[in-house]
């Protein structure tokens, strides 16, 4: 019986491991279509947002030039001058600064699968979100609207109109850096740290709770 004992204990560890095994070596796949998800939201994501606020700011730069030729208003006019100037370049911003999560999305499915260098590309891609989140990201707005207050303010003497320009601007500055996409983020945080013990074996590794339609389960990366 002893012998027994001592043949169970030793057996049951490895059981364990032979069972946990073809589960584990699922993972990277779970992983991997995990990523790829993230990618194609943030494309679906990053599109709604560019043509979402191509059309805010192609919009409000029509308003302007139209303003700023035909309201009876002088003060009107000048604000619209400054304003179509303002719309124009976050347009051509808008259009010309795109999000990565298209390309990286292509270059995800070009990629055969390969998990590690589908975890460096969301790595990039999420480092690519936080730039520009950063406040060098504000930068631009920050100039753009300091000048155009200022415009108004200093240049028409109408302080107050400068200071409500100014704000107002950078307010839908922040909104629209805000309203990015940031799927890669959530999804490389979504592995939190874990420790797995068979026996005397111990494996250091990583989870995260996978939902999909009809279908919840665990991803373990180790």
Known sequence: ?????????????????ALAAPAMA??????????EDALARGERHANVWQYGWA?????????NVYQASESDSRDTRYDARVGAVKSALA????????????????????????????????????AEERQRRSL????????????????????????????????TGMLISELQIQTQPRQA???????QPAQLSLGD?????????MVAPNQVGVALRY
């Open 136 to 167: 060098e990201a504000r930068l631009g707005s920050l100039l753009v609207n300091t000048t155009s207050g200022l415009l108004i303010g200093v240049g028409d003497g109408r302080g107050r109109d400068g200071a409500i320009n100014f704000a």
């Open 55 to 63: 059309g805010v700011y192609a919009s409000t730069l029509a308003v």
């Open 201 to 209: 074996l111990k494996l250091q590794g990583e989870y995260a709770l």
């Open 185 to 191: 983020t959530v999804a490389i945080n979504r592995f």
């Open 26 to 35: 699922q993972q990277p796949t779970q992983e991997f279509q995990a990523y």
């Open 91 to 126: 347009l051509a911003g808008t259009l010309m600064d795109r999000q990565p999560h298209p390309a990286a999305r292509r270059q995800l499915s070009e990629g055969g699968g390969d998990i590690e260098s589908a975890r460096r590309l969301l790595h990039e891609v999420a």
């Open 1 to 17: 019986m002893p012998r027994f004992r001592s043949f169970a204990a030793l057996l049951a560890p490895l059981l364990s491991l």
